[in-house]
Every structure is written in C-alpha cells, then in structure tokens.
C-alpha cells in the first residue's frame, strides 16, 4: 500500500464551529461544541481529548459529516464540506465498536468500500492483500469476525478504512473495548502505521496516556471549548489552566504567593520556600496564585533540612512507589521511579519533601 502524498497546502479547516441540540424538556439548547477553530496539517495526529460530555465526539462527528454544524465553516483544502455528506468527503472512520459486517470473511470486510467504488476484481484483490500484509493480518482474509481475537477484529476495522487511502482517517475511541495489554499494543502499531503512511489522523480519546504516545498535537476540551491545544510536552509540562493540568497527568496543587518581580521572573514562596520561577502571566507582590507540582517531580528523603511530612500511603505499583503525604492539613502525591535499590518508606513515617524550583508551573489562584 502506498504511502499517501500530502500536499503542503492540504489542510482541514474548521473555522467558528457551533453544534448546539434540544435541552431535556424541550426548553432552549445545549451547545455541545461551541465556537471551536482548528487547523489540521496535512499528515498530522491530532488528539481530542477530554472528559465525557466534553464534545470531543459531536466535534469528530462534524468533521465526519454525520453532524451538520448549527454554525461555522469546515474546510478541506479550502473548499467548503460543511453539507457535505460523509461518503462525499473522502475520509474513512475507526469506530469503537469495530461494526465489522459478521457474516463476512475478512477479506471481504475489508473490500466492503472498495466495491462501493466499483473497483475491479484485480484492483480489489491487490489493495487487500497489501493491507492484510500490512496489518499483520496474512492468512486470516477467509476467517470470520467470530473467529477472531479482539486486537485483530480492531486491526480488520483499521485495515477496512485503510485500504480505500482516505484523505482524512477518524478514530473514535478505538481502543476503549481492549484490555488494558492489547490497548498498548495497538497504540504503539496505530502510531506506526501512521508514521509510515502519513494520513492526516483526528482521534478522540478520554485516555491521556494514549493522547500523549500518539500526538503531534493534543486539543484538550470542557464543555465544548477548547482549553488549549499543544503539543504533548507543552500541554504537560505547561498547562493553561487548572483544569488542562489536573487532567492531564497527576497534579498536586499548592497555594503559593508572590513576593517581589525580579527582570522577566518572579519570587515565589512555595510551601515555605522561597523559588525564582518564569513569570506567566500578569502578577503584583503580594498576590496569591497556585503552584501545580507534578507528583513525578517530588522526592521523599530523610533530611531534616527539608519540609518535613508525614507518609500516609505508601503503595508499591512496581515501576513506581505512590506516597500520599501529609502537609499540615493538605495531602500530596509523591511518585518515586524505579523503586529498585531504594528503601520505600513506611507509612506514619516523617521524611523531607523536595523539589527543584523547575517542578513548579504557576496557576492563577
């Protein structure tokens, strides 16, 4: 199968994008995406993640075309696909469900669109048999759904929108019915195949791990707004917002105040310290704000020199020790790496708390 050829000025495009539906009860609306903008570059991986009711989905659905927008634009090389309908659009979508046809072969699932297309019998059986090879599914193309483990019915239903070389390829929470080995698995073959091919990729996921593995970039949505979009590293390590931080990976927040500008940074007091940090944002002295501190980047040691707190779980999870600790009234998360070689502490133990002054991002209070 070859690889799909983008050209640099391919891009899908969806410009002030509103969907709103009937409230329960039938009085006013619900915007489940509201005023959403994006940019998708060609061969590019885009996320959308966030919680359910988010409208990472109905936001997948519009592009898909099995939504129509209550407002806005959406662009595919510049050209207007807004009323569209899907089988006009020249993308292929990966379902949660597989919704593979069981009364079907494989090899026959897969050809299913490619008939559609009125390809002929040579043509067919070429393409299939090139993406049965590149998935890793040779010698299964007369088996049925039935006969079929869950990670290769998943590889049928990836090989199924492959094979017609869309534009545009859609996830929607494809992994979601895989147990927790075979979501890894796939993940890591999901991001190889579009390493290789190149096809402009849009998956909606509630799963950060799997966000951040297989991103170029990550939209990050609550209540149909994007609340900020990134690549991986900036949506980790420098979240927008309280709510991009807390749900992105593990985040302890501390109330922090600001005590003098210093040139382009500030001086900031952090559970009785004292850091120089990038200023962020507009502050004063004397301002409260919130440092988050990710769990990864606190340690636990016996020094008497240190804040000192009192370990109230201790829970080993082999490539991991989590600890939550007491401080004064409020309780943080610890996470030390590869435990091995290293003595875990006991709970109702007193230890030292550090971190470096490059662990704390600033928050608005």
Do not use: W
């Amino acid at each position: 199968m070859a690889a799909t050829q983008s050209n640099a000025a391919d891009s899908l495009r969806l410009e002030s994008i509103s969907k709103a539906f009937p409230a329960r009860g039938g009085e006013g609306e619900v915007r489940a995406v509201d005023t959403v903008n994006l940019n998708i570059l060609p061969g590019e991986f885009l996320t959308l993640l966030g919680p359910s009711g988010c409208g990472k989905t109905t936001t997948l659905r519009l592009i898909a075309g099995f939504e129509t927008p209550s407002s806005g634009r959406i662009l595919l090389d510049g050209k207007d696909i807004t009323n569209q309908p899907p089988n006009k659009r020249d993308m292929a979508m990966v379902f949660q469900s597989y919704a593979l046809f069981p009364h079907m072969t494989v090899f026959d699932n897969i050809a299913y669109g490619l008939h559609l297309r009125r390809l002929s019998r040579s043509e067919i059986r070429t393409k299939v048999v090139e993406t049965l090879e590149l998935m890793g599914l040779k010698g299964l193309g007369d088996r049925r759904p039935n006969e079929l483990s869950g990670g290769q019915q998943q590889r049928v239903a990836l090989a199924r929108s492959l094979v017609m070389e869309p534009r545009v390829l859609l996830f929607d929470e494809p992994l979601s019915n895989l147990d927790a080995k075979l979501r890894v698995q796939m993940r890591s073959e999901i991001h190889r195949l579009q390493r290789r091919l190149r096809i402009t990729s849009i998956y909606v996921t509630h799963d950060q791990i799997e966000a951040m593995a297989l991103s170029d970039r990550i939209v990050v949505m609550n209540k149909g707004k994007i609340e900020q979009m990134g690549t991986p590293g900036e949506i980790y390590h420098t979240p927008a917002t309280r709510f991009v931080a807390d749900f992105i990976g593990r985040a302890n927040f501390v109330d922090a105040t600001v005590i003098e500008e210093s040139g382009s940074n500030l001086v900031v007091e952090v559970l009785g310290r004292r850091f120089t940090v990038p200023a962020k944002f507009s502050y004063s002295p004397g301002m409260s704000v919130v440092a988050m501190l990710r769990s990864e980047s606190l340690t636990l040691r016996q020094d008497e020199s240190l804040l000192q707190v009192v370990i109230d779980q201790a829970m080993f999870l082999g490539s991991e020790v989590e600890y939550v600790v007491n401080v004064g009234t409020k309780q943080i998360v610890v996470v030390e790496q590869d435990p091995r070689g290293i003595s875990v502490f006991d709970e109702g133990q007193q230890v030292g708390l550090d971190f470096a002054q490059e662990a704390i991002h600033l928050l608005p209070a």
